[in-house]
Nanobody
């Protein structure tokens, strides 16, 4: 009933930039926290950045000053602007959202399908 669809991944050289988008659709009344996670080969999934409904943000230390998370509440979309990319940023990036559903008025957590980001050295 609720889907998160990511886009914007790809291959980029070190020092380059990418912008990820994640659009939520379906039986949505409102969305609380939204976030981006990533999982590199052989590693656990880690939290990259989060943003509240009011726009407060937080970042993992390794991306502070390079990545910016933002959202458009009218479009139910969250973005991740990634600048000064490094090879160690290579991973599958997943978006995540806490959604209040208007189908049953429950709050549930959803994941996108993931988008690959590869940074070459």
């Amino acid at each position: 009933q609720v889907q998160l669809v990511e886009s914007g991944g790809g291959l980029v050289q070190a020092g380059g930039s990418l912008r990820l988008s994640c659009a939520a659709s379906g039986s949505i009344f409102s969305i609380d926290n939204m976030g981006w996670y990533r999982q590199a080969p052989g590693k656990q999934r880690e939290l990259v950045a989060t943003i509240t409904n009011g726009g407060s943000t937080s970042y993992v230390d390794s991306v502070k000053g390079r990545f910016t998370i933002s959202r458009d509440n009218a479009k139910n979309t969250v973005y991740l602007q990634m600048n000064s990319l490094k090879p160690e940023d290579t991973a599958v990036y997943y978006c995540n959202a806490d959604v209040w559903r208007n189908s049953d008025w429950s709050r549930r957590n959803y994941w996108g399908q993931g988008t690959q980001v590869t940074v070459s050295s």
